[in-house]
């Protein structure tokens, strides 16, 4: 039954720590959906313009045509009117009558027609036509519109023109116009979309803000209301705090498991200990069985010490240590390399110490830190080369606080590795020459390092050696 349930708890908490690991992993990488709407948007009116530009030239052709029909039908009524109101004597003295503008480019001309009774001659309504007219000597197309009436008993031809140059610079204003219209629209609606879709998505960005960047541990998770007019943000929102609650539930599972079995396991590690010891002490107990005995006391030992590492990581997360203690971290370096000479003499290998300046924590656990920097320098010694060297720097941090990395001579670390470099009972150099571990050294440091609010990241290539970086707020 235990097993069952430490296999369930163990496949919910590995969900749940690829999802707090890697915020990032939640979406791929790609555009973010403001620039893909900004794009589109962009690309829709520049689509448009250019569709604007091959529409936009024959319409406008269309319209200064018929504006221009407009103009002459309105001047043939205001002739009309005054021939009805003065009479044709008015404008024709002889046989014909001809009146242009200052340019040239409009003219208005009455011809007497011979009374006969050809059909070219009779009245009929008015006709729009393009024709060549001879003005000072010169042959220009008018656009004319032409009628033929009867007054007093006579046919009349009155014809109306207007200079097609006219009709063509009208053409191109209006097209200019309309062009520069499309254009700046376009524009303008360009940077009023893109405004849009920002306030639009503001709400999603505060979500992933909030709630995914920066959130490596169920207990730093914010559960407060999106505040949003927006169904579908809220609706997000929902979700991301149901998913969480239950990854915290597996989260608590998990503690709960590993400190009852740790504790469980702790009572019979010793109850062994304790008989072996006292079939070591039998006097009639026989050579070969008393070296069988020292073996097994040596894996009972190393089985202590992974129960009480289990335990001690149930009791860092479960927030049982405090934090009340000033601690600097040359003390606790020096401390660490005091434990730590006889491995570093037997491996040859040379540690060198670079702290400018010194930092203090005002808020820590020394005991917890000497455990974190142990562990790192530790690892360092166990998978270095042979006569390498180990290089622990601190540097004040750009960004505010304090950088301490831990960087070493040794084989280096595949980068497929390095996502799983912090799970519980992996080691990934292996061999015959590999050292023995159980893998819980650096999810240790983890722990101690999320403890004190310090990032705990890595970075190594293989034949170039590795290098552990905490980073103290």
Not at 319 to 334: G, I
Not at 416 to 443: C, I, M, N, T, W
């Amino acid at each position: 039954m235990l097993r069952l349930r430490g296999r369930q708890i163990k496949h919910d908490s590995i969900i749940a720590n690829q999802t707090l690991s890697n915020p990032s992993s939640l979406t791929q990488h790609g555009m973010r959906l403001e620039a893909k709407l900004a794009l589109f948007n962009a690309l829709s009116k520049l689509l448009l313009v250019l569709l604007g530009v091959v529409v936009i030239p024959p319409i406008v052709g269309r319209v200064a045509v018929s504006h221009t029909d407009e103009r002459l039908q309105e001047k043939r009524q205001e002739v009309l009117d005054l021939i009805r109101r003065d009479g044709i004597l008015t404008f024709v003295q002889g046989e014909e009558y001809a009146d242009y503008n200052i340019l040239k480019q409009e003219y208005i001309t009455l011809t007497a027609l011979p009374n006969t009774p050809q059909a070219q001659h009779a009245p009929h309504p008015p006709r729009i036509f393009v024709e060549p007219r001879q003005v000072d000597n010169q042959i220009e197309d008018f656009r004319i519109l032409s009628q033929q009436f009867s007054s007093n008993g006579r046919n009349y031809r009155l014809e109306i023109g207007s200079s097609l140059a006219t009709v063509e610079l009208l053409t191109a204003t209006l097209r200019r116009m309309a062009l520069w219209v499309l254009v700046i629209g376009a524009a303008l609606t360009i940077f009023t979309d893109a405004a849009f879709a920002h306030y639009l998505l503001q709400p999603l960005h505060r979500l992933i803000a909030r709630k995914l960047e920066g959130v490596h541990h169920p207990s730093a998770f914010s559960y407060e209301p999106l505040t949003t007019t927006t169904t579908d943000f809220r609706r997000l929102d929902d979700s991301l705090n149901e998913m969480m609650r239950l990854i915290q539930s597996a989260f608590e599972k998990e503690r709960e498991f590993m400190s009852n079995v740790s504790h469980e396991l702790l009572t019979p590690v010793s109850i062994l200990q304790s008989r072996f010891e006292n079939m070591l002490q039998d006097p009639e107990l026989g050579h070969a069985y008393s070296l069988k005995i020292v073996d097994s006391q040596k894996t009972l030992y190393r089985l202590r010490n992974t129960v009480k590492t289990l335990l001690l990581i149930a009791n860092i997360e479960n927030e049982q240590y405090l934090r009340e203690d000033t601690v600097s971290l040359a003390a606790v370096l020096a401390d660490v390399t005091n434990e730590l000479d006889d491995r570093l003499a037997q491996r040859e290998v040379h540690l060198l110490e670079d702290l400018r300046p010194d930092y203090v924590l005002p808020r820590a656990n020394r005991t917890l830190l000497f455990t974190l920097l142990f562990n790192l320098i530790s690892n360092a010694i166990k998978y270095n080369r042979w006569g390498g060297s180990i290089t622990v720097t601190g540097r004040p941090h750009p960004q505010g606080g304090y950088r301490l990395a831990v960087t070493d001579t040794g084989p280096g670390i595949a980068a497929q590795h390095l996502p799983h470099l912090f799970d519980r009972f992996r080691r990934f150099q292996g061999g015959a020459s590999a050292p023995e571990g159980y893998g819980l050294g650096l999810p240790i440091a983890k722990t101690i390092a999320e403890f004190h609010k310090a990032p705990l990241t890595v970075e190594s290539e293989e034949g170039q050696g590795t290098t552990f970086a905490l980073w103290f707020p």
